[in-house]
C-alpha cells in the first residue's frame, strides 16, 4: 500500500511541475505584457506635467470613449490581479538565504520581493485615490491642481509617491530581467553580463520618468502657480 501511494505520487509530481512552470510562465508573460508596456507608457503620459494642468488632464485622465476606459481597466486590472495573485503564493514558498550566502543575485531576490510587497500597497492607494474616488465619490477624474497642491503641501505625500515609484521601477525591472534569464532569450556570460547593463538602464530610465513627472507635478502645485 506505501508502495502504491509513493507511485502515485510519482506519477502526480510531473504534472504538478508542469502546472507550477505554466503558472510562472503565465504570471511572467502578464508582468511583462501589458501591465509592463503599460507602466511605461502611464510614466511617459505623466511627464506631460510640465506641458501644463491642460496637457496632463488629456494625457492622463481622459478617454476618447466610455468602451476605451472599459477596455484599460479590464487590460491593466485583470493582469494586475493575476499577477498580485500569483506573487503573494509565491512569496509564501520564498527561502531567503542573504544571511548565509550573501551574494548580488540573492540581495536581488530579497529587493525584489521587499519591492513587489511595498508596490502592492502604493499601486492599491494609488488607484483607489487618483482613480476609484474621484470618479465614485465626485464624478470626475482626479484634477491636476488637487493632485500638483499635494505633492507641494503634504510631504508625505510626495514621499509615498518617491519611494513607491522606486519600488515599481525596480521591481519592472528586475522582473524582465529574470523574465528574459527564465525565456531563455539570453544564455551565454556575455549576454548575462550585457543584459544585466540593460536592465540598470531600463531601471534608470524608469525612475528618472516617475521622478521626472513627480518633479513637474510638485513645482505646478507651488504658490506661484496657484
Known amino acids: 500500500m506505501t508502495s502504491h501511494a509513493a507511485q502515485s505520487s510519482a506519477a502526480v ?15 511572467s508573460l502578464l508582468a511583462i505584457f501589458p501591465l509592463g508596456v503599460w507602466i511605461v507608457l502611464h510614466l511617459w503620459n505623466n511627464l506631460s506635467a510640465f506641458q501644463g494642468a491642460d496637457a496632463w488632464q488629456t494625457a492622463v485622465t481622459q478617454y476618447p470613449h466610455p468602451v476605451a476606459q472599459a477596455l484599460t481597466g479590464v487590460i491593466v486590472l485583470l493582469p494586475l490581479a ?7 503564493a509565491r512569496l509564501r514558498t520564498a527561502r531567503v538565504n542573504l544571511g548565509r550566502y550573501a551574494y548580488y543575485a540573492n540581495l536581488k531576490y530579497v529587493l525584489q520581493r521587499l519591492a513587489g510587497i511595498g508596490v502592492l500597497f502604493f499601486v ?9 474616488k474621484p470618479r465614485a465619490t ?42 528574459c534569464m527564465s525565456w531563455g532569450v539570453v544564455s551565454s ?27 513637474a507635478l510638485w513645482a505646478a502645485g507651488g504658490p506661484a502657480h496657484l
Not at 492599491?124 to 476609484?132: P, R, T, V
Not at 540593460?198 to 528618472?208: D, I, K, N, R, Y
Open 82 to 88: 493575476l499577477h498580485t495573485v500569483w506573487g503573494l
Open 189 to 215: 556570460r556575455r549576454g548575462l553580463r550585457r543584459l544585466e547593463g540593460t536592465a540598470l538602464v531600463f531601471f534608470a530610465l524608469l525612475l528618472a520618468m516617475a521622478w521626472g513627472a513627480i518633479y
Open 138 to 179: 465626485e464624478g470626475h477624474a482626479e484634477a491636476f491642481a488637487d493632485l500638483a497642491q499635494e505633492m507641494h503641501f503634504n510631504p508625505p505625500t510626495l514621499i509615498v509617491y518617491l519611494l513607491g515609484t522606486l519600488g515599481v521601477a525596480y521591481h519592472l525591472a528586475n522582473g524582465a530581467h529574470a523574465s
Open 124 to 132: 492599491g492607494a494609488h488607484l483607489w485615490l487618483a482613480f476609484l
Open 13 to 27: 509530481s510531473p504534472d504538478a511541475s508542469r502546472a507550477a512552470f505554466l503558472r510562472s510562465r503565465i504570471a
